[in-house]
């Protein structure tokens, strides 16, 4: 019957998006896309920070340059986050509601352990970012770190991130928050894709290994900056760490 009346009146667009659950899981996708871009992005502008103080102080400089653009993109990608992490927390609402009781067999044997926790893993690397925004951008943990600057007068970035990274207890806490991220998008990628209609079972298995790729060159990406401080690969200009 309602299926009878949806076809007699078609929802508009945003409301098939945001109110069917097939409409929900392609938001979701296109969503995690952006989030996605970001997080690859972010990483390789991180990974200067291994070349070097002028070169990472040059790369924050040129996008805190982009001064009301800037503003537009943060807006973008706060909004793709905060509808992905919405649909995502409805979806499994309405999962959890549909089977109140927990498959115990076939269903959960076959779905892997990162689909199932998606939620879990996402709401932390949510904690994770809000943590990491209050350590690195807000500066609220460290409000030392907004006096740095280098020789050329510019905002130190590269001296905040090697400092923020001489603490074992830090760089540990971004391990496992990077590992959790690329945990969840080990099944996010592929799951993407599957949303947005490449769901045949002979693309199930490269999209598998294609997320797991995805997920592992992300970990050594993020992984590298921390670990190359706690080495003392990367140290301040006077070599102070
Ligand atoms: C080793 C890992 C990471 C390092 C070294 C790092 C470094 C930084 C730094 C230095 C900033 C401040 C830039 C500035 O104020 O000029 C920043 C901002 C930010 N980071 Fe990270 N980050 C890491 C991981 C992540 C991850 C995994 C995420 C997301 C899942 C993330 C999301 C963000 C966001 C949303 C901002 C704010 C961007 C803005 O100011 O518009 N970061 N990061």
């Known amino acids: 019957m309602s299926t009878l009346s949806t076809l007699k009146q078609p929802a508009s667009l945003p409301a098939h998006l945001t109110q069917t659950s097939v409409g929900k899981k392609i938001l979701t996708a296109v969503t ?5 871009g970001f ?3 972010h990483m390789v502008g991180n990974l200067q920070v291994l070349i070097g103080q002028d070169q990472y102080n040059t790369y924050a400089e040129t996008l805190q340059g982009l001064g009301a ?3 537009v993109i943060r807006g ?3 909004l793709a986050f905060g ?7 409805q979806l499994k609402l309405e999962n959890w509601a549909a089977r109140p009781v927990a498959y115990k067999n076939e269903t959960t044997q076959q779905a892997s352990l990162a689909s199932r926790t998606m939620i879990w893993t996402g ?3 949510v904690s994770f970012v809000i943590y990491h925004l209050l350590h ?3 500066r609220t943990t460290n409000p030392e770190y907004a006096d ?5 007068g510019r905002v130190d970035v590269h001296s905040m991130v090697v400092l923020g990274f001489s603490s074992y207890l830090i760089s540990a806490f971004y391990l496992l928050s990077v590992g959790l991220l690329c945990y969840h998008l080990s099944h996010g990628v592929a799951s993407m894709f599957q949303s947005l209609g490449l769901n045949s079972p002979k693309w199930q298995k490269r999209l598998d290994v294609l997320a797991w790729l995805a997920a592992i060159v992300l970990f050594a990406g993020y992984a590298a900056v921390p670990v190359a401080v706690m080495l003392k690969l990367v140290s301040l200009p006077g070599g102070g760490i």
Do not use: P
């Open 32 to 36: 995690g896309f952006i989030a996605f």
């Open 39 to 41: 997080v690859f992005g």
């Open 69 to 71: 653009l800037l503003w």
């Open 76 to 78: 973008f990608l706060l």
């Open 83 to 89: 509808i992905h992490i919405w649909l995502g927390i």
């Open 123 to 125: 709401l932390i690397v």
């Open 136 to 138: 690195f951008t807000v």
């Open 148 to 152: 740095l600057t280098d020789s050329l």
